[in-house]
C-alpha cells in the first residue's frame, strides 16, 4: 500500500482500518490564494532570495485568477504581508537554501510506502540540514510520526550524521520556523512503530 505522508497520523491511531481510511478520495484541487503564496515561497528561493520576483510572482497569479473584489483585495494584502513575514523567518535562520518540494518516497518495508512532498531542504551552519514542512493548522506537529521518519530517512539520503538533520514546519499562522532533532531512543522508538503499524496494514490486507 503506498499513501501520502499527510495520512500516517491518521493510519497511526488505527492501522487496521487503513485500507478503509485511505479509500476516501480528497477533495478536488482548487488554485487558492494560499496555493499562490507557497509557489511565491518557492519563487524567492529560485531567485536566490529576490523579494521583488516573488511578490510579483504572487501578485500576477492571484489577479490573474481571482476577481479582484474587497474580500479578495484584502486578502491578498494580508497573504502578501505574511509572504514577507517568510522571508524575514527564513533569513534569520541563517541556512543556505538547497532544494524544495521534491517528492519522497520512503519503504516502510512490508510492500508499504510513505511518499509525498516536502516544502524545503536546507543546509545548516554545521554542516548538516534541516526539512521543513508547511504547517498551516497550527498543530502540535513535533508529536507525529513522520518527523522522526524524514530525520532517519534524510540522514540516509544525505549520508549525514543522524544528529545533524533536524525537521520542522514554517508555521502559517503564527510565521515563525519550528524545529527538532529527536534523540536516539525516540528514532528507534519511532521505527519500532513504523515497523508495526506496516504488519497491521498487512494482516488486513491478507
Not at 478503509?20 to 532570495?49: G, I, P, T
Not at 476577481?67 to 517568510?86: A, E, G, R
Not at 541556512?95 to 519522497?104: L, P, T
Request: proline share 2%; net charge neutral.
Amino acid at each position: 500500500m503506498k499513501f501520502s505522508h499527510t495520512k500516517l497520523e491518521l493510519v497511526r491511531q488505527n492501522p487496521g482500518l487503513a485500507k478503509d481510511l485511505l479509500s476516501k478520495k480528497d477533495e478536488h484541487f482548487n488554485f487558492s490564494m494560499n496555493r499562490a503564496w507557497v509557489y511565491a515561497a518557492r519563487k524567492y528561493h529560485q531567485a536566490e532570495k529576490n523579494k521583488s520576483v516573488a511578490f510579483d510572482y504572487f501578485e500576477n497569479s492571484v489577479e490573474n485568477n481571482f476577481k479582484m473584489n474587497k474580500v479578495n483585495i484584502q486578502k491578498k494584502t494580508n497573504l502578501l504581508i505574511k509572504l514577507d513575514n517568510y522571508f524575514e523567518s527564513y533569513n534569520q535562520l541563517e541556512h543556505e537554501f538547497y532544494d524544495y518540494s521534491n517528492r519522497i518516497t520512503i519503504d516502510i518495508q512490508h510492500g508499504n510506502i510513505i511518499s509525498g512532498e516536502i516544502f524545503r531542504y536546507d543546509k545548516t551552519p554545521n554542516n548538516g540540514y534541516a526539512i521543513t514542512l508547511m504547517d498551516r493548522e497550527n498543530s502540535i506537529w513535533a508529536n507525529q510520526l513522520r518527523f522522526p521518519l524524514f530525520q532517519i530517512h534524510f540522514s540516509n539520503v544525505f549520508k549525514c550524521p543522524i544528529d545533524l538533520i533536524k525537521v520542522g514546519t514554517y508555521n502559517f499562522e503564527e510565521e515563525k520556523h519550528e524545529y527538532i532533532t529527536y534523540d536516539e531512543d525516540t528514532l528507534r522508538q519511532a521505527e519500532s512503530e513504523i515497523r508495526f503499524i506496516s504488519n497491521e496494514i498487512n494482516k488486513i490486507q491478507l
